[in-house]
Antibody, heavy 120, light 107 residues
Framework: EVQLVESGGGLVQPGRSLRLSCTVS????????MSWFRQAPGKGLEWVGF??????????EYAASVKGRFTISRDDSKSIAYLQMNSLKTEDTAVYYC???????????WGQGTLVTVSS | DIQLTQSPSFLSASVGDRVTITCRAS??????LAWFQQKPGKAPKLLIY???TLQSGVPSRFSGSGSGTEFTLTISSLQPEDFATYYC?????????FGQGTKVEIK
């Protein structure tokens, strides 16, 4: 059974940093690209960013709203994807989801989400 | 960025109804579109990818069609478990973007 489990969310002050982890089991993690999405309270879905598999260079893409502040990385030996979030703003408050990307684009497996609250 | 506009934003329907949701893209995205279902407090679920391919395990009452700039999600006979919010997402380049969502409520 494929499982994605996000961790690391919580309450953080504006301007501070937080690192989310996405631990994956039940599949060959290194074969797949991984994405992060978020959903602010009562709002729609927003794509945050994507990391390609090492076979495709392990490169990343980001939404404009987070580019330069957020960094996605991966540790294939541990089957974990990370979302490093720096210079957090109140508008980054959301539930953050990680996904496995089928065919390098379609988010077919999702974690349960982890809530990040940015507030003083 | 590619904008996606879903219509309607809210839909009130009865069990057994045929339901159609439309997603229009601001530019040609070929067939690079996915549909998701989300229930309150839960992660989204992939229903359709590549505009018309049914994701494994998804009931056949769900179908997707379209290409270019206009796409539809159809539920042939609405079931109680289908009351949820539906989102389209385009995957033609970056950034990936979503429609604003369509909430399907019980009539």
């Amino acid at each position: 059974e494929v499982q994605l489990v996000e961790s690391g969310g919580g309450l953080v002050q504006p301007g501070r940093s937080l690192r989310l982890s996405c631990t994956v089991s039940g599949l060959t993690f290194g074969d797949y690209g991984m994405s992060w999405f978020r959903q602010a309270p009562g709002k729609g879905l927003e794509w945050v960013g994507f990391i390609r598999s090492k076979a495709y260079g392990g490169t990343t893409e980001y939404a404009a709203s987070v580019k330069g502040r957020f960094t996605i990385s991966r540790d294939d030996s541990k089957s974990i994807a990370y979302l490093q979030m720096n210079s957090l703003k109140t508008e980054d408050t959301a539930v953050y989801y990680c996904t496995r990307d089928k065919l390098g684009r379609y988010a077919d497996y999702w974690g349960q989400g982890t809530l990040v609250t940015v507030s003083s | 960025d590619i904008q996606l506009t879903q219509s309607p934003s809210f839909l009130s329907a009865s069990v057994g109804d045929r339901v159609t949701i439309t997603c229009r893209a601001s530019q040609d995205i070929s067939s690079s579109l996915a549909w998701f279902q989300q229930k309150p407090g839960k992660a989204p679920k992939l229903l359709i990818y590549a505009a018309s391919t049914l994701q494994s395990g998804v009931p056949s009452r769900f179908s997707g069609s379209g290409s270019g700039t206009e796409f539809t999600l159809t539920i042939s006979s609405l079931q109680p478990e289908d009351f949820a919010t539906y989102y389209c997402q385009q995957l033609n380049g970056y950034p990936r973007t979503f429609g604003q969502g369509t909430k399907v409520e019980i009539k």
